[in-house]
């Protein structure tokens, strides 16, 4: 795994929806670390997950650009993107995210595939890692919300990549199972990637080495001690 | 896993989305080549009868089109017999403008003799016959000695066996290619075994002459019109000069039958079109629909990686393969109607039905079979453009 850098500069994104402009997110820089945790704190509608698919490559912003080391990434080509995504990025979307055709197996096989790569073993290893060993060959139809979320996180985590994104990944989930998710995302900044997770879960906090806080489109650094959890992985 | 075989268990682990769309596509392609084989069979038919008649007038005895149907027993093989006078041939060959003239002989088989059904025997004369010997030829091309025959493809008869027509042995000496019309029932032989015939058949106390001898009489003569020389008008000078015989063209013979067959393949024309606008409506609006149910997947393949290509990969992929496989399903069922009940729609239509030969058949095959991979590919080419753009963003929480 290489360390990158990840910067935004002046970032925003505007959309206009019934002839009325929404700003959902406000020019904002910021810096993301390898090897850390960055929580980013926010209700619903303060524009985390916008904020999120800026810096992933997924949404294009209004003004500003994204650097992942120098490289503004929104200059590349939907090829280029597209192969620096599969390769370097592993992104945890929201809700349900598994293929209903393909196993479990198969689901986390398909993003080392789309980085042109056979990770067999690693695939295994992931199953293993997050408890789905004996549902390797089940669909995603068969999975509770718990482990639908552990099949995103191996997915994710396939490629090895240099940074990761999530999005609420514990939405609707218990304690264990929310315990469990933070605790792979922080093994996966502490084996060097740097890891970026939105939610309004508090519980993150006893993860985060970063925490932000999002409101009305804004992004205000906090400091970690502000919030008593912490990490017992 | 490979991503290109992700195409292919979405068609397999959607059995019902696939079902539907594999429906469409052979129910277009039944359509398309259904229809076109039946229109150009018609259209094949109506060309033989056409070809076949050869004379640009046929002379009858004036009581012919009373006694049975005169188009039906001249274009369709009815069975069914009249005579006159044979010196009518020469009244007709002397006339200014008229270039050839042959006659004919017709004769009906007795039922219980030779087939299951009545057949016509029809008598040509080797010597001056223009219309029936060019297209006989393929089959046949020596000369027809004493009792001998060429039978219609429809008959049980094979060449080299022998049939018996009131009694008499008749040794079949060539088979025809399917006509598509009621020819195919029909016998082909020389005046002098028709002769015999009529002989025997007197001898057997079916009269088909009452005072005539067989020597004296033709059934018809064909005409055949110089260039240059108004057919209508030759007709016309027959009618009014020579008693007891009419002179009819056979172009106006066929009209009533080219007529009603437009009409028949210009609906079959206006129907294929309507189901392939139809089939393509309900192409594009289910993969229309198909795109919106399918945002968040096409949004999660976009996360890991796939570019827009890929993804419009990924759809023309599994619209390609689903209205190949559908336009196949679609091809057999149609085939086996139109090829295998090519019969019962000749006899039920009253149309000459004749089926294109095996290379247009093919050529129809693949013209079917693009036409529908064509417009399923459009078809999906916006759904897919759209799954490509997709917002991944809006997507992924829209498509919950």
Same mark, same amino acid.
């Given at each position: 795994?290489?360390?990158?850098?990840?910067?935004?500069?002046?970032?925003?994104?505007?959309?206009?929806?019934?002839?009325?402009?929404?700003?959902?997110?406000?020019?904002?820089?910021?810096?993301?670390?390898?090897?850390?945790?960055?929580?980013?704190?926010?209700?619903?509608?303060?524009?985390?997950?916008?904020?999120?698919?800026?810096?992933?490559?997924?949404?294009?912003?209004?003004?500003?650009?994204?650097?992942?080391?120098?490289?503004?990434?929104?200059?590349?080509?939907?090829?280029?993107?597209?192969?620096?995504?599969?390769?370097?990025?592993?992104?945890?979307?929201?809700?349900?995210?598994?293929?209903?055709?393909?196993?479990?197996?198969?689901?986390?096989? $398909?993003? @080392?595939? #789309?980085?042109?790569?056979?990770? =067999?073993?690693? *695939?295994? %290893? /992931?199953?293993? +890692?997050?408890? $789905?060993? @004996?549902? #390797?060959?089940?669909?995603?139809? =068969?999975?509770? *919300?718990? %482990? /639908?979320?552990? +099949?995103?996180?191996?997915? @994710?985590?396939?490629?090895?990549?240099?940074?990761?994104?999530?999005?609420?990944?514990?939405?609707? +989930?218990?304690?264990?199972?929310?315990?469990?998710?933070?605790?792979?995302?922080?093994?996966?900044?502490?084996?060097?990637?740097?890891?970026?997770?939105?939610?309004?879960?508090?519980?993150?906090?006893?993860?985060?080495?970063?925490?932000?806080?999002?409101?009305?489109?804004?992004?205000?650094?906090?400091?970690?001690?502000?919030?008593?959890?912490?990490?017992?992985? | 896993?490979?991503?290109?075989?992700?195409?292919?268990?979405?068609?397999?682990?959607?059995?019902?989305?696939?079902?539907?769309?594999?429906?469409?596509?052979?129910?277009?392609?039944?359509?398309?080549?259904?229809?076109?084989?039946?229109?150009?069979?018609?259209?094949?038919?109506?060309?033989?009868?056409?070809?076949?008649?050869?004379?640009?007038?046929?002379?009858?005895?004036?009581?012919?089109?009373?006694?049975?149907?005169?188009?039906?027993?001249?274009?369709?093989?009815?069975?069914?017999?009249?005579?006159?006078?044979?010196?009518?041939?020469?009244?007709?060959?002397?006339?200014?403008?008229?270039?050839?003239?042959?006659?004919?002989?017709?004769?009906?088989?007795?039922?219980?003799?030779?087939?299951?059904?009545?057949?016509?025997?029809?008598?040509?004369?080797?010597?001056?016959?223009?219309?029936?010997?060019?297209?006989?030829?393929?089959?046949?091309?020596?000369?027809?000695?004493?009792?001998?025959?060429?039978?219609?493809?429809?008959?049980?008869?094979?060449?080299?066996?022998?049939?018996?027509?009131?009694?008499?042995?008749?040794?079949?000496?060539?088979?025809?290619?399917?006509?598509?019309?009621?020819?195919?029932?029909?016998?082909?032989?020389?005046?002098?075994?028709?002769?015999?015939?009529?002989?025997?058949?007197?001898?057997?106390?079916?009269?088909?002459?009452?005072?005539?001898?067989?020597?004296?009489?033709?059934?018809?003569?064909?005409?055949?019109?110089?260039?240059?020389?108004?057919?209508?008008?030759?007709?016309?000078?027959?009618?009014?000069?020579?008693?007891?015989?009419?002179?009819?063209?056979?172009?106006?013979?066929?009209?009533?039958?080219?007529?009603?067959?437009?009409?028949?393949?210009?609906?079959?024309?206006?129907?294929?079109?309507?189901?392939?606008?139809?089939?393509?409506?309900?192409?594009?609006?289910?993969?229309?629909?198909?795109?919106?149910?399918?945002?968040?997947?096409?949004?999660?393949?976009?996360?890991?990686?796939?570019?827009?290509?890929?993804?419009?990969?990924?759809?023309?992929?599994?619209?390609?393969?689903?209205?190949?496989?559908?336009?196949?399903?679609?091809?057999?069922?149609?085939?086996?109607?139109?090829?295998?009940?090519?019969?019962?729609?000749?006899?039920?239509?009253?149309?000459?039905?004749?089926?294109?030969?095996?290379?247009?058949?093919?050529?129809?095959?693949?013209?079917?079979?693009?036409?529908?991979?064509?417009?399923?590919?459009?078809?999906?080419?916006?759904?897919?453009?759209?799954?490509?753009?997709?917002?991944?963003?809006?997507?992924?929480?829209?498509?919950?």
């Amino acid at each position: 795994m290489t360390k990158i850098r990840i910067k935004a500069y002046g970032i925003s994104k505007s959309y206009t929806r019934k002839n009325r402009k929404t700003q959902a997110l406000k020019p904002t820089d910021i810096e993301i670390q390898s090897g850390s945790l960055t929580v980013v704190f926010g209700r619903s509608g303060s524009g985390k997950t916008t904020l999120l698919n800026i810096l992933s490559g997924l949404l294009k912003p209004t003004d500003g650009s994204v650097h992942y080391d120098d490289k503004d990434i929104y200059s590349l080509s939907d090829r280029e993107l597209s192969k620096l995504r599969a390769k370097a990025v592993g992104y945890i979307p929201q809700g349900q995210s598994g293929l209903s055709v393909l196993t479990v197996k198969e689901n986390i096989l $398909l993003a @080392a595939a #789309a980085a042109g790569s056979d990770a =067999e073993e690693r *695939g295994n %290893e /992931l199953l293993g +890692l997050v408890g $789905l060993e @004996a549902l #390797a060959d089940a669909y995603p139809k =068969e999975l509770s *919300g718990g %482990e /639908l979320r552990r +099949l995103a996180i191996a997915r @994710a985590l396939i490629n090895k990549p240099d940074v990761i994104f999530a999005d609420e990944p514990t939405n609707d +989930l218990d304690d264990e199972n929310t315990r469990l998710v933070f605790g792979l995302l922080k093994r996966a900044s502490i084996g060097g990637a740097a890891v970026v997770v939105v939610t309004h879960d508090s519980t993150a906090a006893g993860f985060a080495d970063i925490v932000y806080r999002m409101d009305g489109g804004e992004i205000k650094l906090n400091k970690t001690e502000d919030i008593n959890v912490t990490y017992s992985a | 896993m490979k991503l290109r075989y992700l195409p292919f268990r979405n068609i397999v682990k959607r059995p019902f989305r696939t079902a539907a769309l594999l429906l469409i596509a052979a129910f277009m392609t039944a359509a398309v080549f259904g229809g076109s084989v039946a229109a150009a069979s018609l259209k094949n038919g109506i060309d033989s009868l056409e070809q076949r008649l050869g004379a640009d007038i046929i002379v009858v005895p004036e009581s012919a089109s009373a006694k049975t149907d005169l188009e039906n027993m001249l274009l369709q093989g009815t069975p069914g017999y009249f005579y006159m006078d044979k010196s009518n041939e020469d009244k007709i060959k002397d006339i200014e403008g008229v270039e050839l003239t042959s006659p004919q002989y017709f004769l009906v088989s007795a039922n219980a003799e030779c087939c299951t059904v009545q057949v016509q025997v029809i008598g040509f004369d080797e010597e001056s016959d223009f219309s029936i010997k060019p297209w006989l030829k393929q089959s046949y091309d020596g000369s027809l000695g004493e009792n001998e025959i060429i039978v219609g493809s429809s008959l049980s008869t094979r060449v080299g066996h022998s049939l018996k027509l009131y009694g008499v042995e008749c040794k079949a000496v060539g088979k025809l290619d399917t006509t598509g019309t009621g020819l195919d029932t029909a016998i082909y032989t020389t005046p002098d075994t028709v002769r015999r015939l009529i002989k025997a058949s007197q001898e057997k106390g079916i009269g088909v002459l009452s005072k005539q001898s067989p020597d004296d009489v033709i059934s018809s003569v064909y005409v055949k019109v110089k260039d240059g020389y108004n057919i209508s008008d030759i007709a016309a000078y027959i009618n009014l000069n020579i008693d007891g015989v009419q002179a009819v063209r056979t172009r106006s013979m066929i009209t009533g039958t080219a007529d009603k067959l437009n009409v028949i393949s210009g609906s079959i024309r206006i129907l294929i079109i309507a189901v392939w606008i139809l089939a393509a409506a309900i192409m594009t609006a289910a993969f229309s629909v198909l795109a919106s149910l399918r945002k968040k997947e096409f949004a999660v393949l976009r996360t890991i990686g796939l570019s827009r290509r890929q993804l419009g990969g990924i759809v023309m992929t599994e619209s390609l393969t689903i209205c190949t496989a559908g336009a196949v399903i679609g091809l057999a069922v149609s085939a086996a109607g139109v090829l295998a009940f090519g019969r019962v729609i000749e006899t039920k239509s009253g149309l000459p039905y004749l089926a294109p030969d095996a290379p247009k058949t093919a050529l129809f095959l693949l013209m079917s079979l693009a036409a529908v991979i064509v417009t399923g590919t459009i078809s999906s080419a916006w759904s897919a453009y759209r799954l490509s753009h997709v917002d991944t963003g809006n997507n992924l929480r829209e498509g919950d």
